[in-house]
């Protein structure tokens, strides 16, 4: 297990009180469904919950009034908070799936619908973490149904998805549904200057890159290839207004070739083009994301007018549309970049 009770986790405060209410009050629901982006820390809701329901001390002050549903947490040093850290608590239940991209209606019936009946073996409830749940193949989610519609009284049942509407109406309506939320920035970078040794101007970045996700900003953190995929981005930018036909072709080759990462190229390119324009209304450094490149960011703003800066931030938006309607790449590509050269040629 990643969480380490509802105090691990930053943000999500929506969440953590509602999760933590119904512990409180003893009102637990028989199925949730957590849903957000990859990255955006349901899983890590989804163990703390288990966690804290499972908790001996926890368990120990069941049915007492608490007027701090902040304080609902796993104590984290019982024996029961202990196995579930550790993975191996018997009755916090996690379902696999051999297939990468589907978990079939064999693998729900044997790990889920044919062990439910069966009591805990130490606490309160017996929880299944159902880890990206929208890969549940229809007759994979009819079978569950049946266990959510009549469950036993024990049992609790999370899903976690990035995908809610792949799941069956009728799986949905019988879920309490809790939706993850995006990290405010200033929340995420002390985070990230907490967990990782890194100057100041690089949390700034990643938690402006991450857009709330905690998941994200650790993997580019710590992903050699996203910090390579940045200074490219940034060279690219800084050498745009000199490139012939045959450079820009050049240029779009390589985009192609790292196309499995274009996203992170354009989000970059995003955040670049804001910061332009916010330097340009406003003459302040200290709040600009890259203010490293300040000279660089300041030859652009005097050149640029505040209509080709909303031009070129539409027309990286508009490549990204154009990918997911499978348009052709190098002509996207070229097209955005051009943009990008006429509206912001220092």
Not at 46 to 57: N, Q, R, S
């Amino acid at each position: 297990m990643t969480a380490r009770g509802f105090r691990s986790i930053i943000g999500e405060y929506e969440a953590k009180r509602h999760f933590q209410a119904a512990i409180a009050s003893g009102r637990v629901a028989h199925a949730y469904l957590i849903t957000g982006d990859a990255g955006s820390g349901k899983t890590m809701l989804a163990e703390a919950f288990a966690e804290t329901l499972v908790c001996e001390t926890r368990q120990a002050k069941a049915g007492e009034e608490t007027a701090d549903t902040a304080a609902v947490d796993a104590c984290l040093t019982c024996l029961s908070c202990r196995k579930a850290i550790d993975g191996n608590h018997p009755d916090i239940l996690s379902v696999t799936h051999e297939k990468p991209g589907v978990i079939s209606v064999g693998e729900v019936r044997e790990q889920v619908v044919s062990t439910v009946s069966i009591l805990p073996y130490e606490s309160r409830y017996k929880i299944y973490l159902i880890e990206e749940a929208e890969k549940m193949n229809p007759q994979a989610q009819n079978a569950l149904l049946k266990t959510i519609e009549e469950p036993p009284e024990y049992a609790v049942i999370l899903l976690m998805t990035a995908s809610p509407e792949a799941l069956l109406d009728t799986i949905r309506s019988r879920c309490v549904t809790i939706a993850t939320k995006p990290v405010p920035d200033d929340e995420l970078e002390a985070y990230l200057s907490r967990e990782l040794t890194l100057p100041d101007y690089e949390t700034k970045m990643l938690a402006a890159f991450a857009q709330g996700n905690v998941g994200r900003a650790l993997r580019a953190a710590t992903d050699e290839g996203f910090l390579g995929r940045r200074d490219k981005t940034l060279g690219l930018i800084r050498t745009l207004k000199g490139m012939d036909t045959a450079a820009m072709s050049e240029a779009v080759r390589r985009m192609k070739e790292d196309k499995v990462w274009i996203d992170d190229v354009l989000d970059i390119l995003l955040m670049w083009y804001r910061d332009v324009m916010y330097f340009k209304a406003t003459a302040d450094i200290d709040h600009l994301i890259f203010a490293r490149e300040i000279s660089t960011i300041r030859a652009q703003a005097s050149t640029a007018s505040y209509e080709g800066l909303k031009e070129i931030l539409d027309a990286i938006d508009r490549f990204r549309v154009r990918l997911r309607a499978n348009v052709n790449f190098e002509l996207a590509a070229e097209l955005m970049l051009l943009t990008i050269k006429e509206n912001c040629n220092a």
